[in-house]
């Protein structure tokens, strides 16, 4: 009877709170979409429900992978990651009209960022490249191994 190696904590954070969250704004997507049907809802109302609805989806397929270490949920994970970057440094600014600046905006947002960047780095890892990709990750004792493509 052979057992599994052990999850890393850090997949394991990554991949349940991004069920969490991605369940959590999933019925927030799906109220906007049916009241921006409704007389008067604005078409903002509509693209920004279908945002969060698509955002809550990739999310949980993007947990999913994570947490089944399939190397396309590690690549999603990451690369939402990095399309929140820049979300995050936009969101510092006002953006709405009307909206100030405040100071806890900004170190929420700078938070969010340092996270993200945090993820990056430790999804590129080499013993998580090769978690997911089930191949040895090059290293300076690998130097010469030979490494066949995969199909």
């Known amino acids: 009877m052979t057992s599994e190696?052990?999850?890393?904590?850090?997949?394991?954070?990554?991949a349940?709170?991004?069920a969490l969250f991605g369940i959590g704004i999933m019925p927030l997507g799906c109220t906007g979409l049916m009241l921006g049907q409704a007389p008067g809802a604005g078409a903002y109302l509509t693209?920004?429900?279908l945002i969060v609805f698509a955002t809550s989806a990739l999310l949980i397929s993007a947990s999913y992978g994570l947490w089944t270490f399939q190397e396309w949920g590690r690549n999603l994970f990451r690369w939402m990651c990095i399309a929140s970057i820049p979300l995050g440094l936009i969101s510092i600014f006002p953006v709405w009209p009307g909206q100030r600046m405040s100071l806890g905006n900004a170190i929420l947002q700078i938070a969010g960022i340092v996270l993200n960047v945090?993820?990056?780095?430790?999804l590129t890892r080499p013993d998580v490249v090769e978690r997911y990709s089930g191949a040895p990750a090059p290293g300076p004792d690998?130097?010469?191994d030979r490494?066949?493509?995969r199909l």
């Open 5 to 14: 190696p052990k999850k890393p904590l850090g997949i394991t954070l990554m």
């Open 16 to 18: 349940v709170c991004a």
């Open 47 to 49: 693209i920004l429900s």
């Open 118 to 122: 945090v993820m990056i780095q430790y």
């Open 142 to 144: 690998r130097v010469h």
């Open 147 to 149: 490494r066949e493509p």
